[in-house]
């Protein structure tokens, strides 16, 4: 089994079990060993899976402000749960290659394997979400064949990515490619690097 074709099953596993109940609130069982890469592949889809409703959710035009600012204020720290998360897979694959020889003429990658992961996570969302739309019972006929349309194209993009995650992965264990991380170091979160934070005048 390929590492995409792993995080794929999980992640439409993951999918699936949130949307038994659909709600942001509900709680995480996570079936996979504590710290393992696939509890920490169905914690990322989960996530995502949140963080895709509360998105949503802020959206809505009747929305009471003192909520917006509430789920504002939740989507900030699921992006910091999110990015963290993505570390902690570098660090997985960071420790899975760690005694490759890299060949002298090896060259470096646009974004870390656990960064094309985060998307594919977020694709399937799109994927689940696009078959519902074009499934749905109320919709007129254009909606549905225009919902069809882009499913399509998410479909050759998750086979696309998945192809791409698992060469750059098949590279980088062949020493073709190595990994350097840069970490998200995010300033807005941090109260001594944002103005207001900190209270600069």
Known sequence: MTFSELSLGIFEQATGDYHVTDHV???????????????????????????????????????????????????????????????LIDSYF????????????ATINTESPAW?????SILVLKIY???QEANRPDAEEAHM?????????????????????????????QGDKYMK?????KMYNDPSLNPVLYGKK
């Open 116 to 120: 094309a992961v985060d998307r594919l």
């Open 145 to 173: 064949a225009a919902c069809n349309q882009k499913l399509a194209v998410l479909l050759e993009q998750r086979k696309d990515l998945s192809t791409a995650l698992d060469q750059l992965l098949e590279d980088i264990q």
């Open 94 to 105: 960071l420790d899975t290659y760690k005694e490759v020889i890299v060949k002298k003429d």
């Open 25 to 87: 609130d509900a709680l995480i069982h996570n079936p996979y060993k504590e710290k393992s890469i696939e509890y920490y592949l169905y914690l990322k889809n989960w996530i995502d899976a949140v963080q895709w409703h509360l998105e949503d959710i802020i959206r809505d035009p009747n929305i009471e402000p003192e909520q917006a600012l509430l789920i504002k204020r939740r989507i900030d720290k699921s992006n910091q749960d999110r990015t963290d998360l993505v570390e």
């Open 129 to 131: 979400h696009m078959q």
């Open 181 to 185: 991380v840069y970490r998200q170091m």
